[in-house]
Structure formats: structure tokens, C-alpha cells
């Protein structure tokens, strides 16, 4: 696989966990709380995986199932504080705070690999933060919503699960490695709700409540399943950096959908905070020494062809 499916392949899953932003919101604004839902959406994809790639999984390796329960921690850990967050705050708010995981990134890097990126990824995820900043932000009174601060501790996990599955996802199955990340989410999902909440109940008992049993479902398949399935299957050829990024595309997708189609709120602040969020994803996908050299290149050429 090139580098270019790869990088169409993280935006894909961006897009589809966009979306799950609103289905996430739908069923928690319906009855449920974060650990049904997480319960629910986890243990549809963990059936999902296991079953379709069966073959795979049997014939794996113990490396392979540590790296994944390993990994399954941080992805269990991201999406608790995310959801719990989404209970407290709107769909807009929790995709755009999402994408802190980008400023983050260059960190873990540096701190696990010592390796410093490059000036423009870093004043990227600055430009980044700050979009963030501009829809986070009581600037009336300086303070932090609950939900959003929630996000945000979502997002710090998240980014060590990118970095870890960055490193992983090079050297195993990609299937593999995600059906056994899907497995321990769902016992700690399981274990959190039995302790918290305990199965939705009446579930079948009217219209709404079969729709939001169905939302369950489905955003467990698409974003749970084929969304993480992309994310490993990309992140095989892709930095993890650029994945970071790549992927953050959901905290694009996610506002924009919540506003069109889920009547979440909008202002000033997170009109620029999408686009300071928009623009520091580009900004991070531009090799712009690369794009002079080539402006430099053409030109000799064109002065070339002149002379002659």
C-alpha cells in the first residue's frame, strides 16, 4: 500500500468517527449514560471483529495479544474521558477538543523516540490549540466547561494510543492487534458499567427507544469497527505524526455535521476555532520547503527554455 491510500484510508475513519459524534450525542441526550454506551458500541465491534477476521486471530501470536491488550488501555482510557465529556458538553465542542491529541503528539515523540519534528508540525498543533482555546474557553469568566476539560484529558490519552499503535501497527497484524485492543476495552467497558449503571433498560419498550438501540449498534460497527480497522490498516504506512493529524480530521467533520444536522450551537468563537483547526491540519500537510523547491526548479527551467 502507498502512502497516499494510507493517508485517504485515516481521513475515511476521520470522517466516520466525525460523524459518530453525533449518534454518540443522540443516544446519551436519550437515556442512556457513557458506560451503556460504551458497553454497547464495544462490545458490537468486538463480536464483529472476532467473527469476520476469525482465521487470523487463531493463528496469532502471544506478542501480538499483549501489544493489542497493551494498546486497548489507552484507546479504553481516551474514549471513557471523551464519552463522559460528551455528556457535559456538545458534539461541536468534544470533536474540535479532540484533536488536541495533535500539540501532544510532537511531545511523546520527542520524549519516547528523541526525536524533534519539524518547526511547522509544532506551530501546527499550536495553530491547532488554539482553535481549541477559541470554543473551550468561558472567556467572559476564564473558566473551562466540566465536559470540555473532560475532552481534553480524552485527547491526552488518545495521543499515547496513536503514538503506541504508530510503532505497533508496523510490526503485527493491523487486524489482529485491533481485535485484541476492542477485546479489553470491552471487559473494562463491561466492568464499568456493571458498577456505575447497569444494562439500558427497557430498551425495546418504544419507537425512541429501538432507534437509539439501533444508533448503538450502528456506531458500533462503523465507528468501533470499520473506523479502527481503517486506523491500524493506515497507520501501517503512515508516521505517527501524520496519522495524528490525518485522523484529527474527525474534529473537522464533527462540528460541521453536529451544526448542520444536530442543531448544535454556533458563534464567533467556534466559527474561527474551525477554521484555525482546519488550518493548522493543512499547515501540517504541506511540506512547504518541498513545494519552494519545486517553484525554485520550475522556474530555472522556464529561464532555461527562455534562453534557449
Do not use: C
Amino acid at each position: 500500500m502507498n502512502k497516499n491510500l494510507a493517508r485517504i484510508i485515516l481521513i475515511s475513519a476521520g470522517f466516520i468517527w466525525g460523524f459518530g459524534f453525533i449518534a454518540n450525542k443522540y443516544i446519551l441526550d436519550n437515556g442512556w449514560d457513557y458506560s451503556q454506551l460504551l458497553f454497547v458500541r464495544f462490545m458490537v465491534a468486538t463480536i464483529s471483529i472476532f467473527i469476520i477476521f476469525n482465521k487470523r486471530i487463531r493463528n496469532t501470536d502471544k506478542e501480538t495479544i499483549k501489544a493489542g491488550l497493551f494498546l486497548g488501555i489507552f484507546l479504553f482510557l481516551g474514549y471513557f474521558f471523551q464519552t463522559w465529556g460528551l455528556a457535559h458538553t456538545t458534539a461541536s465542542n468534544n470533536a474540535l477538543i479532540t484533536a488536541a491529541y495533535i500539540f501532544m503528539m510532537p511531545i511523546i515523540i520527542y520524549i519516547f523516540d528523541k526525536k524533534r519534528v519539524g518547526n511547522q508540525t509544532i506551530l501546527a498543533g499550536i495553530i491547532v490549540m488554539l482553535g481549541i482555546s477559541l470554543i473551550s474557553v468561558d472567556f467572559k469568566e476564564l473558566t473551562i466547561a466540566i465536559g470540555d476539560f473532560l475532552t481534553f484529558i480524552g485527547a491526552f490519552f488518545y495521543a499515547f494510543h496513536i503514538f503506541f499503535l504508530g510503532k505497533k501497527a508496523k510490526q503485527k497484524d493491523p487486524y489482529v492487534l485491533m481485535a485484541f485492543q476492542l477485546l479489553i476495552f470491552t471487559v473494562f467497558a463491561t466492568i464499568n458499567m456493571v458498577i456505575f449503571s447497569g444494562l439500558p433498560k427497557n430498551i425495546l419498550s418504544s419507537d425512541l427507544n429501538i432507534r437509539v438501540l439501533l444508533a448503538a449498534v450502528g456506531i458500533g460497527f462503523l465507528g468501533s469497527f470499520i473506523g479502527f480497522v481503517l486506523q491500524s490498516v493506515g497507520q501501517k504506512y503512515a508516521n505517527e505524526a501524520e496519522a495524528a493529524i490525518l485522523i484529527s480530521t474527525e474534529s473537522l467533520f464533527g462540528p460541521i455535521l453536529a451544526i448542520l444536522f444536530y442543531n448544535d450551537p454556533f458563534n464567533i468563537y467556534i466559527f474561527f476555532g474551525i477554521i484555525l483547526v482546519f488550518f493548522g491540519i493543512v499547515l501540517s500537510e504541506t511540506d512547504i520547503k518541498k513545494m519552494k523547491m519545486m517553484k525554485k526548479n520550475n522556474r530555472k527551467k522556464i529561464e532555461y527554455i527562455e534562453e534557449k
